[in-house]
């Protein structure tokens, strides 16, 4: 029942962030109305049915909307099924489930841009670090607060380094989306020896999984190409956050 509702949840939202990524990609202009990224027609509000907006096209122009809303809503229902078998609290869950929101948004505007919008990104620390501080609270929680403080500290400061010392390869979108996830993945369990193997563990995996993607990308294509580094960030935070065991 619960995963149900998880479920018709993720792909309720799953339109509107096809939306925020269409515009982030500049196909759309910031309007309040859905509108096709071919002709700018408004699309009315049966464009945001979910699933069924997967088959639409455009009334006026008859563009289809591409595989990015089904992908958007698809990666939205694996990982809030997957946090929603993790974590029994509901306070707790919701935390997690915008994060998770954040990064399926953030991975594909990197991955089709190679940009990481402030105007996605800055509100979601906000947010994140407001949800932190709420729910601790709520749960007699304060060392999470710590060790959440610290893990963002720790991954955004390692990435900064990383940044300054090799600016082609590290971006400072990358930078910032470190704040937020070292946030996440330092709030699951106090204490900081635990934090920092979480963050490696996430930066492992991350340069890892982007470093096997790049070559086989390079190989195929035959020459060198920039791998976007946000979504291998966003899936190894992913993967520490669903298997790390933690009190939370
Ligand atoms: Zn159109």
């Excluded at 990609?25 to 945001?48: D, K, N, P």
């Excluded at 699933?51 to 698809?74: M, N, Q």
């Excluded at 996605?120 to 710590?146: R, T």
């Amino acid at each position: 029942m619960r995963l149900l509702a998880l479920i018709a949840v993720a792909l309720i939202l799953g339109p509107f962030l096809g939306i925020v990524v269409d515009r982030a990609a500049g196909r759309l202009r910031v309007q309040f109305e859905h509108r096709c990224v071919s002709c700018q027609a408004g699309q009315g509000t049966s464009s945001m049915i979910p699933v069924l907006t997967w088959f639409r096209s455009c009334g006026r122009c008859g563009r289809h909307k591409g595989v990015r809303y089904p992908a958007v809503d698809l990666m939205l229902v694996a990982s809030f099924v997957l946090l929603g078998r993790r974590f029994d609290d509901p306070r707790v869950l919701m935390p997690y489930l915008l994060l998770s929101a954040v990064l399926v948004t953030l991975s594909v505007i990197d991955a089709e841009t190679h940009l990481l919008p402030n105007n996605v990104v800055w509100p979601s620390i906000l947010a994140g670090l407001f949800l932190v501080l709420v729910v601790s609270g709520e749960l007699g929680y304060e060392q999470g607060i710590y060790s959440a403080l610290f893990g963002a500290g720790l991954l955004g400061g390692t990435l900064g380094l990383l940044h300054v010392a090799y600016e082609p390869g590290m971006g400072r979108g990358d930078v910032k989306l470190a704040l937020l996830l070292g946030l996440f993945v330092g709030w699951i369990e106090p204490g900081l020896i635990g934090t920092v193997q979480r963050i490696l563990y996430v930066m492992l995996l991350a340069f890892g999984g982007a470093g096997v993607v790049g070559l086989a990308y390079n190989m195929i294509r035959r020459r060198k190409g920039e791998i976007p580094f946000g979504p291998a960030l966003a899936v190894a935070t992913m993967l520490v956050v669903l298997v790390s065991p933690g009190l939370i």
